[in-house]
């Protein structure tokens, strides 16, 4: 594993974004811009979910324009956040922030399938303008806090790592 | 600059400040609180600005969809600001004697006013932005400059932490 990590590092874009004077800050600018739309546009589905908000309009309706935004965000987020960690991939690889913004990015994507599956075909909870079953608010609110530590846990790679914070 | 440099350094010194310097979680806390605000403002920032480009949310008024997200585009305001003075009072320096803290003020005025350019006549009439197609090219003119200017506030943002003060 470490082996593996090391020459990821040792790659020439790796080893530029690390050098550079000015790679790594704008790499992370671009993936802080791409997580605040991930977060916010899973959070409009999240509050209409919850029934806080958007309860003139189906979840189906809601979904639909964000879930753009949200796959399109994700990409650019996952590609620069691979960027900044292959620049220190055996660093980054051992710190327990990391390891669980990585384990909590993995949850809300079961949680997020789970309703899907279970819950997204129920045409009451998915195609009306109304609450949504207690099932689909607990969805939501799961999603809701997982995405929040998911944010803290990036702010505190950066605390744990010595690096400009 | 010398009353400016004074000034963070008694500032720097505040038990206040002292506290915030000390307490490990206190920082990274109230920057993930001023993240998560950020992305309030920026998401409904564009999910109002794709409507006036005609390229989202189609089947919604522009009326609509910018009555459901205003709220999210001021009420994070406040919260941005404590968390931002939380973060000055602790490091006064890194911020009030850095250029690009000055820019990102900047960028942030510009950014809110075209805002308020477009939401002030929309609160007369909801349907405003729509009534002519003068005003539909004016609206999308309006959605095309405030997008570029709130991704230049983040970028601002980021780059307080690698640019020294004066």
Not at chain 1, 136 to 154: D, E, K, P, Y
């Amino acid at each position: 594993m470490d082996s593996w990590l090391q020459s990821l590092q040792d790659t020439a874009i790796a080893t530029a974004i690390r050098e550079g004077a000015s790679l790594f800050p704008w790499v992370e600018c671009v993936h802080v811009l791409a997580l605040t739309l991930v977060i916010g546009s899973i959070a409009i589905v999240d509050c209409r979910l919850l029934g806080l908000t958007s309860r003139d309009r189906s979840v189906a309706r809601t979904t639909a324009s964000t879930l753009p935004v949200t796959w399109s965000a994700f990409v650019v987020a996952a590609v620069t956040g691979g960027l900044l960690f292959s620049s220190n991939a055996t660093t980054y690889a051992h710190n327990s922030y990391f390891q669980a913004k990585l384990l909590l990015i993995a949850l809300a994507g079961v949680n997020m399938g789970a309703y899907h599956v279970f819950l997204g075909r129920r045409a009451d909870a998915w195609h009306t303008p109304a609450l949504t079953p207690v099932r689909a608010r607990i969805v939501g609110a799961i999603s809701l806090g997982l995405w929040i530590a998911i944010a803290a846990c990036g702010r505190w790679i950066g605390f744990t790592i010595s690096a400009p914070t | 600059m010398h009353s400016l440099d004074s000034f963070c350094t008694w500032l720097a010194a505040t038990p206040l400040s002292q506290t915030v310097q000390t307490v490990e979680w206190i920082i990274p806390a109230v920057q993930t609180v001023h993240i998560l605000a950020v992305a309030a403002v920026m998401t409904s920032v564009l999910m109002i600005d794709l409507r006036l480009l005609g390229l989202g949310a189609r089947d919604q008024t522009v009326a609509a969809v910018t009555r459901r997200f205003w709220p999210f585009v001021w009420w994070p305001l406040p919260v941005l600001l404590a968390t931002g003075a939380t973060l000055i009072v602790a490091e006064p320096a890194r911020a009030l004697e850095n250029p690009v803290f000055i820019l990102k003020m900047g960028l942030l005025l510009a950014a809110a006013g075209v805002t308020l350019a477009c939401e002030i006549p929309l609160r007369r009439n909801g349907a405003f932005w729509e009534l002519s197609a003068g005003r539909r090219r004016a609206a999308r003119l309006i959605a095309s400059t405030s997008l570029p200017l709130w991704v230049a506030v983040i970028f601002a943002g980021r780059w307080i932490a690698y640019v020294q003060g004066a």
